[in-house]
């Protein structure tokens, strides 16, 4: 499952904030902007992602028995 709220969206670029995913909030981002172009659109692209605030939270147990 995950949550977003879609902050602005232009040709030039998009904002994406309160995002989280996974049960219990697993990962949460404040804000995530992504860049590109109208050209980079059409070609599938995207020239880069930029996180804020970011947080993964990661069970982990002992396989081991130490």
Do not use: N, Q
């Not at 309160?18 to 902007?33: F, H, I, K, N, Q």
């Amino acid at each position: 499952r995950m949550s977003f709220h879609v902050a602005s969206a232009t040709p030039w670029g998009s904002a994406l904030t309160d995002v989280a995913a996974g049960e219990d909030g697993l990962l949460s981002v404040e804000r995530v902007t992504l860049d590109y172009s109208p050209l980079d659109l059409w070609r599938g692209k995207i020239d880069a992602i930029h996180l804020v605030g970011a947080r993964l939270e990661l069970a982990a147990r002992d396989l081991f028995g130490v």
